[in-house]
Every structure is written in C-alpha cells, then in structure tokens.
C-alpha cells in the first residue's frame, strides 16, 4: 500500500494515496494508545481474490474519505461515492509547522471540472486530526460528505459540528423484518439530535451509539449554514 504518514506529539495518520482514504490514525493519550478508526478486514488481501467489479473505494475500505458525491454518482460517470474516494491522491505539500505538521494533497482527477484538494493538519497535543477539503473551479452541485467508519465495540457518545438539521430517507434499509430492523422512523427529520423520532412514536438520541440495540439505521446530518 503506497501510503504517507503524518505525525505530531500524541498523533499519527496515514493516507492511502491509492484512494485518500485514511488508513490509519493513532492517538496517545493519558498512557492509552487509542486507534478509533475501522479498516476493512479484506484491506491488503490480494485482489485476485476480491470480486472483480468492486470499486477501488471499496478495495482499499478504511477510515474515513471525501464522498463527491455521496453515494451512487448520477451527475457525471464515477464510481460509487465519486472519485475522490475512489482515484489516486498526490502529495503536494508535507512538512512541519510551529505546532505540529500539515500536509496537502491533490486529487488527481476533476470533480465536474473542478480541482479537489485535501488539507491535514495535526496539531502537538490534540487528539483530533484537523481536516479540510477545497474544490476550485468546476460547475454545477452535488452533495459532499465524509465518510467516518469507526471502532466502538462497547458503544460512546458522538459529538458533531452545528447542524441544520437530521433527516432519515423514505424507506428504512432493510425493509424485512426478518433479515433486520430500525429504530429510526422512515422518512422522519429533527432539528434536535437528542430528540430524533422513533418507529415506535418516541424519540432516539443520535448522539448516544448504543452496542445493545442491534438495528441498522441510515441517517443524514446536514450542515449548519457557517457562512
């Protein structure tokens, strides 16, 4: 895996240039090695025996990725979540700040004509990686979003940047009770995350991931207008 990794004190991530995805992320803290992020088990097999017409996104599955756009791209022909998430990345900038380290990276393919850049920043002594994505140039809209995937065996609260509001689609994603069930009501949406309505006619807290409640559920979480 052709990949760069970025340090400060108490962090490290590495990116997949493959795909952009973040492969790896690993924080020190209080004496505790914490790796919050979830990798694919099938990440590094080789793909001779992985089926042939996965994505490349899917092949290198890890971390967190740019979604342009989020989910089946019916704008202009790409691969599922769109190429950034799916198409090679190259370093453009890597080198230490004051405080810690910031890289960029440039996606190799155009987004509708536009060019994408991916902007980390680690900062000594923060727990967070400080990420940033800049399109320049281009035309026309599509929808934009990262795409987390982490490891909370034991479940954890989330916490978020402002939102405009949550929103559940139409229909749930497993509509047979017998091969699954949600707990979100479909469609449903909230300005209040702690208060998100339920299948059953009460409410949920979005920002409390549960282990003992076996459910799948898709939400969507739109951004505050930060202007």
Not at 4 to 13: D, E, F, N, P, Q
Not at 45 to 55: Q, W
Not at 164 to 193: F, K, Q, V
Request: net charge negative; with cysteine.
């Amino acid at each position: 895996m052709d990949t760069v990794t970025i340090t400060a004190k108490g962090i490290l991530v590495s990116v997949d240039l493959a795909v952009g995805h973040l492969a790896d992320m690993a924080i020190e803290i209080d004496g505790r090695r914490l790796k919050p992020l979830h990798r694919a088990p099938w990440v590094g097999e080789p793909r001779a025996t992985l089926p042939k017409d996965l994505p490349e996104g899917t092949v290198h599955l890890s971390g967190d990725f740019l979604c342009a756009p989020f989910s089946v791209s019916d704008v202009e022909e790409a691969p599922l979540h769109g190429w950034p998430a799916n198409s090679r990345w190259d370093v453009v900038d890597s080198a230490a700040t004051a405080d810690g380290w910031r890289a960029a990276f440039r996606l190799q393919r155009p987004v509708m004509g536009a060019s994408v850049d991916k902007i980390l920043t680690l900062r000594d002594g923060h727990p967070f990686l400080y990420q940033e994505h800049v399109f320049s140039g281009g035309a026309g809209a599509i929808p934009v979003a990262h795409h987390p995937m982490t490891v909370m065996t034991a479940g954890g609260r989330l916490a978020f940047s402002p939102k405009r509001l949550a929103a559940t689609p139409n229909e749930a994603p497993e509509p047979d009770p017998a091969r699954g069930r949600s707990l979100l009501a479909y469609p449903a949406r909230s300005t209040d995350l702690t208060r998100f309505p339920a299948a059953d006619g009460g409410t949920i807290d979005l920002t409390a991931y549960r282990m003992d409640q076996l459910r799948e559920d898709f939400v969507t979480l739109v951004e505050a207008d930060h202007g």
